[in-house]
């Protein structure tokens, strides 16, 4: 096929711009991203979009889909402390079935597609009920099998075991990848955890996708058990050999920062999630001057309650500025690649999405321009605007690797209402489980 709209951003290495431009698009590749004359004669069928902005589709780096489920459930709890999140999430998640979370992970799903986003990072468990949910959804996903072990021996054994089979089972998925979860290093994986979690990492020729540095929780206990900072102890075992996506990054020190520069580590920014918690926000400049890769997700929405990852790039855009004390510390045209290009990095992926050129996936989103917040087009640049003038609901079509997901504001693969109404009544049950749990206990 080929689209044609008013103004296309590539996000490529030139920063393209074009206005009334073409892409083409051939079994879900892109064949060219050019001005619309360079089209001239063309034999391939013609999507015209009209005054449509096409760029990129957005990259949620982390968050944990089935937790839709618990999505006001939370309000008063600090989700980033063990403390907070065990009476927050884990007393609900020990009253959840398995057969709660398909509806939960196809209503995160129409979310993120209704409000751009095309790929996505995930952490949980029951990967055998999410799978198949996001795989109607048409959705991209790096899908981390969570290992919480705390303590107990049978059930990390037993994590170990399904995540070996379950990131095996989508060796030939062309849009699911596996990729091992430990909830968080030394918190609640012990080293004995960790080096088998390595084990799993090097087998699958994958990488870890962990929280860390929420509370400085990691940095005491291997400060008082190991005489060294938790990066220190990890890159001691091996950790940094492999991938590493690390959600929060709120207190790393800064004498540990040139060790993630020269690793394969990227810094998880979820700005929205850290303001509900009420913690002190990531000293995300700091790290990007020194060289440290860093991405943007939005966390789980019980901690953060919405999926749209353009609100979340005006407010890590508006939380830098309060943190610094100075406009802009962080760039527009920054934060607009921490949701594209830099997570597609962050997933391997680069070579495939994140920017619109020849050669990649046709993953991509179109924005409404006749929509309210573009004017005046001359003053404001495109990165401005795309940050801090517009949010996810001005998305009218979504489309990954040439497959239309929305189109013209309906969703294509997900019945919304159906899953939100077998939703509501997982929750009914979720609830009278939980009471019931109360009442035995």
């Known amino acids: 096929m080929l689209l044609h709209a008013a103004q296309v951003l590539t996000l490529n290495a030139a920063h393209a711009h074009l206005h009334d431009a073409g892409i083409l698009i051939e079994n879900g590749a892109i064949i060219a991203v050019d001005p619309w004359s360079a089209f001239e004669g063309a034999t391939a069928p013609v999507t015209d979009l009209g005054n449509r902005l096409v760029m990129p589709g957005l990259i949620n780096a982390h968050t944990h889909t089935p937790m839709t489920l618990f999505r006001g459930l939370a309000e008063g709890y600090c989700l980033l402390g063990m403390e907070g999140w065990y009476n927050g999430i884990r007393v609900w998640e020990l009253a959840m079935t398995r057969e709660m979370v398909p509806p939960a992970v196809l209503v995160s799903c129409a979310e993120m597609i209704r409000t751009g986003t095309t790929c996505f990072n995930d952490q949980y468990f029951y990967m055998d009920h999410i799978v198949p949910a996001v795989q109607q959804s048409g959705l991209r996903a790096a899908l981390g099998y969570g290992i919480v072990e705390i303590g ?3 059930a990390q054994e037993w994590a170990i075991q399904e995540a070996d089979a379950f990131i ?26 960790i080096q088998k979690e390595l084990a799993l990492a090097d087998r699958h020729n994958t990488g870890f996708h962990i929280h860390m540095s929420t509370t400085g929780e990691e940095d005491a206990f291997c400060h008082k058990h190991y005489g060294m900072s938790a990066v220190q102890k990890m890159a001691e075992i091996g950790v940094f050999e492999f991938p590493v996506i690390a959600a929060h990054c709120l207190s790393i020190p800064a004498q540990d920062f040139p060790t993630l520069a020269q690793s394969p580590f990227t810094a998880l920014i979820a700005p929205s999630s850290c303001m509900r918690a009420g913690k002190t926000a990531a000293p995300l400049k700091a790290m990007l001057d020194a060289g440290i890769a860093a991405a943007l997700g939005t966390d789980n929405v019980t901690a953060n309650n919405s999926y749209d990852m353009f609100k979340e790039m005006q407010v890590l855009g508006k939380l830098m500025s309060y943190r610094e004390g100075v406009p802009n510390p962080i760039s527009s045209q920054k934060i607009v690649e921490m949701a594209t290009i830099d997570g597609a990095r962050a997933l391997g992926l680069q070579n495939e999405v994140g920017s619109l050129e020849p050669g990649k996936r046709a993953d991509l989103i179109a924005l409404d321009l006749d929509e309210v917040g573009w004017s005046p087009r001359g003053a404001q640049d495109i990165y401005t605007a ?9 998305v009218t079509d979504t489309m990954v690797d040439g497959r239309w997901l929305i189109r013209d504001r309906t969703l294509q ?11 509501d009544a997982a929750f009914v049950e979720l609830q009278a489980r939980r009471a019931s749990i109360e009442a035995t206990s």
Request: proline share 4%; no cysteine; aromatic share 12%.
């Open 168 to 193: 095996g089972s989508l060796r030939d998925d062309p849009l699911l990848k596996g990729w091992v979860g430990p909830h968080a290093f030394f918190v609640d994986n012990s080293v004995a955890t």
């Open 386 to 394: 795309l940050v801090y003038s517009i949010n996810g609901l001005y």
């Open 152 to 154: 107990d021996a049978r």
């Open 413 to 423: 693969t997900v019945d919304y209402r159906a899953a939100s109404r077998d939703l």
